[in-house]
């Protein structure tokens, strides 16, 4: 072998090692990501199901796969103030990449406990007025995320019970003041400015048990036209299948936010699509994983309301629905 020769291959073979391991680093998998995720929704829940199954699609869309890339540690039925702590102290201790947090329980309990993991928030009524941020366009801190309802819903509400059911003299509002947004006074203004305004007595109903809920309802059916409406409340939502139970028998109509609502039987509803609230926050916990920060990240409002009208239900209570709010209605449950 030639001289030259013998150089060239004794340096290759030195600069070997040093490509060789390079080369190997580069082929490794990525790190798996950790996610924590609080869903206020029980786990056999249908609606908390599509919730989860929104948020994983949207992350798969983004090359987020549960499994794969991330791991996703759903923990359930996180509504009650003293559970949302209590999960929230378990979440923290692992030290996740990040997590999604359902509603306003688990994130304020989220934020006693860390100042530094990413908190992507879902279906918050005014998290700025709540303390979770300082304003929507500059959440400031490691929590951002998607809010719900402006104050004005309250008024809406009753504005669909009154198309529904003209007859209509007394509406109730439910909802539990230890979970409701701001204890409840965020939508109670326009309820009663809309009950002033439409001839309709609106009637405070504060509730913190099952039997308390059946008390209410039972206080509305005494009298001759009343009506329910559901608050925008975690802790009411828990409790959906007792109220709409309840309205049934005691053939009240019944309004409430999400149109899971109408589906197990309630007259209607006015409000966000959920699922695609749940679906729009992947597009957040991809930023966030790739380097951005939640404080960099303003808070969305819902883009997509739907009213929702149970035909069914109406029949069953005798009532007549226009073909103007059928026209109005963006789907009927037959």
Known sequence: MRRREFIALGSAAAAAPLIWPRAA?????????????????????????????????????????????????????????AR??????????????????????????????????????????????????????RPGGNVTGFSNFEPSMGGKWIEVLKDLDPSIRRVAMLFNPETAPGGGKFVLPSFHAAG????????????HSAAE??????????????????????????????IVRSALNHRLPLVYAFRTWTDAGGLASYGIDIFDLFHRAASYVDRILKG????????????????????????????TVSHEFLLRADDTVE
């Open 25 to 81: 680093r580069a082929q490794q998998p990525e790190r798996m990501r950790r996610i924590g995720v609080m869903m206020v929704s029980a786990e056999d829940d249908r609606a908390g199901r599509g919730e989860a199954d929104a948020l994983r699609q949207g992350l798969q869309e983004l090359g987020w796969t549960d499994g794969r890339n991330i791991r996703m540690d759903f923990h359930w039925d996180v509504v009650a103030p």
């Open 84 to 137: 949302a702590q209590a999960i929230a102290n378990d979440i923290v201790a692992v030290g996740p990449d990040l997590i999604v947090s359902s509603g306003s329980p688990p994130t304020a309990a989220l934020l006693q406990l860390t100042k530094s993991i990413p908190i992507v928030f879902v279906n918050v009524t005014a998290p700025d007025v709540q303390g979770f941020v300082q304003s929507y366009a």
């Open 196 to 207: 002033a305004a439409l001839d309709v007595e609106p009637i405070e109903a504060p509730v």
């Open 213 to 242: 809920i059946e008390q209410a309802i039972d206080a509305v059916a005494r009298e001759p036209n009343g009506g329910l409406v559901g608050m925008n409340d975690n802790w009411i939502g828990a409790n959906r299948d007792l």
């Open 292 to 319: 951005e920060k939640p404080a960099d990240l303003p808070v969305q409002a819902p883009t997509k309301f739907e009213l929702v009208v149970n035909l069914k239900t109406a029949k069953a209570l005798g009532l």
